[in-house]
């Protein structure tokens, strides 16, 4: 009896944690009965979420004389959006067709392509409306929407990664600025480096992705291939996660990180950047792309199967695509359609925008400065392990990682040992491998296999110490 009232109390006490991992965190105060509402699932921030709710609200009281307002269902990351809903299929929507849910928004578009997939139903829009939005249906090789007829998301804004570094602390630790993904190699910001966890943030993941992806298109050009480049790409993460201090859970606080002086710089998508160097300023705080070594994303939004409320949904997605919700992205505060309270520095995707870029805070076309690589699917096939990957090769296993790269530099033939490093020890084709083994087997036999490969690089780090001290 004992043990049956302990159960009891824990149910007790953990069921509201269940329940909210289970719906999110509704930012969404009591409504009147008679006010829309639209349901979105979203890892966006609160000055996004805000600004969108109240100029839509606004527009379409406007156009259609109705009240309208948004209940944002809020996650950390596309990742654990995409569990949420993998748990809801088996639950409410088995039971009554629907999530209870509208619409998706956020998290890349390989995110939407590979994990929200399963979860989406076509949205179409007037096509004379999709050939304004989008003149042309890619950039640099990049979809701004989904293919399928209707397309299952549509992009909303761009996206670009780069790194973010605080020049006080560069300057301390005596190095230069950095400008490419491989200066944060270097042994000097060994303990200076921040990176967000791929498993826990698919914007990591994503730009993760973009650092292999890179290598890969270099190995073919240079006659290498690209399952050899994929090899060196992960082994270049490797060498900068030797030099990380921790893996933040979160992406979006690590350029306050490096504006604080606790790193020195760190990997991040270019609004975040962005926003807190308007913060601190741009004498504590700078940000670099690397040339031709980045990608540009879209942030995709797209309809749940089962949307409660379809037409609704059509109508903000419309809206965000349009001129007016286009501006909302990166014009200045107190502009014609701009933001009300803050600037959300990122890039719209409709490149009429851009016409006349006076009130943008970044006026920087996109469209007619590419500094990306074409981007390629084909080169992206690992994008579903990836972060295991990294996770059994990197964050489980950091302090081995840092350890085997300090014995090497330390060693008498260290330019030797820290090439083997720089390369993975399998290939493009072993890791799709990995990939199709990882997807058969259950969720406890998926923890079997992360042992193992987790296993597999601390021994192959010890054999790098035992070499190192020969």
Same mark, same amino acid.
């Given at each position: 009896m004992r043990y049956v009232l302990g159960v009891l109390f824990l149910a007790v006490l953990l069921s509201p944690m269940v329940l909210r991992w289970?719906?999110?965190?509704?930012?969404?105060?009591?409504?009147?009965?008679?006010?829309?509402?639209?349901?979105?699932?979203t890892?966006?921030?609160?000055?996004?979420?805000?600004?969108?709710?109240?100029?839509?609200? %606004?527009?379409?009281?406007?156009?259609?004389? %109705?009240?309208?307002?948004?209940?944002?269902?809020?996650y950390g990351g596309a990742s654990e959006i995409k569990n949420v809903l993998g748990a809801l299929r088996e639950t409410t929507y088995k039971a009554n067709g629907t999530y209870d849910i509208d619409l998706a928004w956020g998290g890349g578009d390989a995110t939407f392509d590979v994990d929200l997939k399963p979860f989406l139903e076509g949205l179409a829009l007037d096509p004379e409306f999709v050939k304004q939005v989008y003149p042309s249906p890619k950039l640099g090789g990049l979809k701004l929407y989904e293919e399928s007829n209707p397309p299952l998301w549509y992009g909303t804004e761009l996206s670009g990664f @780069?790194?973010?570094?605080?020049?006080?602390?560069?300057?301390?630790?005596?190095?230069?600025?950095?400008a490419r993904w491989e200066d944060l190699t270097d042994p000097r910001y060994a303990g200076w480096v921040v990176l967000a966890d791929p498993t826990r943030s698919s914007s990591a993941r994503t730009a993760f992705m973009g650092v292999v992806e890179h290598t890969m298109a270099v190995?073919?050009?240079? @006659?290498?291939?690209? *399952?050899? @480049?994929?090899?060196?790409?992960m082994g270049l993460i490797r060498q900068i996660a030797s030099n990380v201090r921790d893996f933040n859970d979160g992406s979006g606080a690590i350029p306050a990180l490096v504006s604080s002086g606790d790193v020195a710089a760190a990997m991040t998508i270019d609004f975040y950047a962005?926003?807190?160097?308007?913060?601190?300023?741009?004498?504590?705080? @700078?940000?670099?792309?690397?040339?031709?070594?980045?990608?540009?994303?879209? *942030?995709?939004?797209?309809?749940l199967q089962g949307a409660p409320h379809r037409e609704l949904a059509k109508q903000f997605v419309e809206f965000v695509l349009s001129e007016q919700g286009q501006q909302l992205w990166d014009a200045k505060v107190g502009t014609k359609d701009g933001p009300r309270l803050v600037s959300l520095r990122r890039t719209p995707i409709r490149q009429s925008v851009f016409k006349d870029m006076s009130d943008l805070a970044d006026p920087v076309d996109p469209f007619a400065h590419v500094t990306s690589f074409n981007t390629s699917r084909a080169r992206t096939a690992t994008f579903s392990i990836?972060?295991?990957?990294?996770?059994?090769?990197?964050?489980?296993?950091?302090?081995?990682?840092?350890?085997?790269?300090?014995?090497?530099?330390?060693?008498?033939?260290?330019?030797?040992?820290?090439? %083997?490093?720089?390369?993975?020890?399998?290939?493009? %084709?072993?890791?799709?491998?990995?990939?199709?083994?990882?997807?058969?087997?259950?969720?406890?036999?998926?923890?079997v296999l992360i042992r193992k490969w987790t296993s597999e690089f601390r021994d192959e780090y010890r054999a790098l110490r035992d070499e190192a001290q020969k």
């Open positions: 289970a719906v999110g965190v509704s930012d969404q105060k009591a409504l009147p009965k008679d006010v829309l509402t639209l349901v979105i699932v890892p966006h921030s609160e000055a996004i979420r805000r600004e969108f709710r109240e100029a839509f609200s %606004k527009y379409y009281q406007e156009k259609f004389g %109705k009240a309208v307002t948004i209940d944002y269902r809020v @780069g790194i973010v570094f605080n020049r006080q602390v560069l300057k301390y630790l005596g190095v230069e600025p950095p190995a073919e050009e240079q @006659g290498r291939g690209a *399952d050899r @480049g994929w090899a060196e790409g962005r926003s807190q160097i308007q913060f601190v300023g741009e004498d504590r705080l @700078g940000y670099v792309e690397p040339a031709n070594s980045t990608v540009i994303t879209p *942030d995709p939004i797209g309809l990836l972060e295991v990957m990294i996770q059994v090769s990197c964050i489980d296993v950091l302090n081995d990682l840092r350890a085997t790269r300090a014995a090497i530099l330390s060693s008498t033939h260290a330019a030797e040992l820290d090439a %083997k490093l720089a390369v993975f020890p399998f290939d493009q %084709k072993e890791a799709l491998r990995r990939l199709d083994e990882y997807r058969k087997v259950s969720p406890v036999e998926k923890l």
